[in-house]
């Protein structure tokens, strides 16, 4: 609000914050689309699962491997 109660209206034209902002937020865009288009997946472009994710997917307890946990006879 200003002195005389109104709402002002911030834009990159009358605030040098909003200005920054979009300038700071302009900059990463630029940075993430350089990335974007410079990544080169590892593992030949393949995605493997991690234990925990294998896990997840297929509901298996992992700790089953475990020595400890086996059963004996």
């Given at each position: 609000?200003?002195?005389?109660?109104?709402?002002?209206?911030?834009?990159?034209?009358?605030?040098?914050?909003?200005?920054?902002?979009?300038?700071?937020?302009?900059?990463?865009?630029?940075?993430?689309?350089?990335?974007?288009?410079?990544?080169?997946?590892?593992?030949?472009?393949?995605?493997?699962?991690?234990?925990?994710?294998?896990?997840?997917?297929?509901?298996?307890?992992?700790?089953?491997l475990n020595p400890h946990h086996?059963?004996?006879?």
């Amino acid at each position: 609000m200003n002195d005389n109660g109104n709402i002002r209206l911030l834009t990159p034209e009358n605030d040098m914050r909003v200005r920054a902002f979009l300038s700071s937020l302009e900059e990463l865009s630029e940075k993430v689309e350089k990335i974007r288009k410079n990544n080169k997946p590892s593992l030949d472009g393949e995605r493997y699962y991690t234990d925990k994710e294998l896990a997840v997917s297929a509901k298996f307890n992992f700790s089953f491997l475990n020595p400890h946990h086996r059963f004996t006879k």
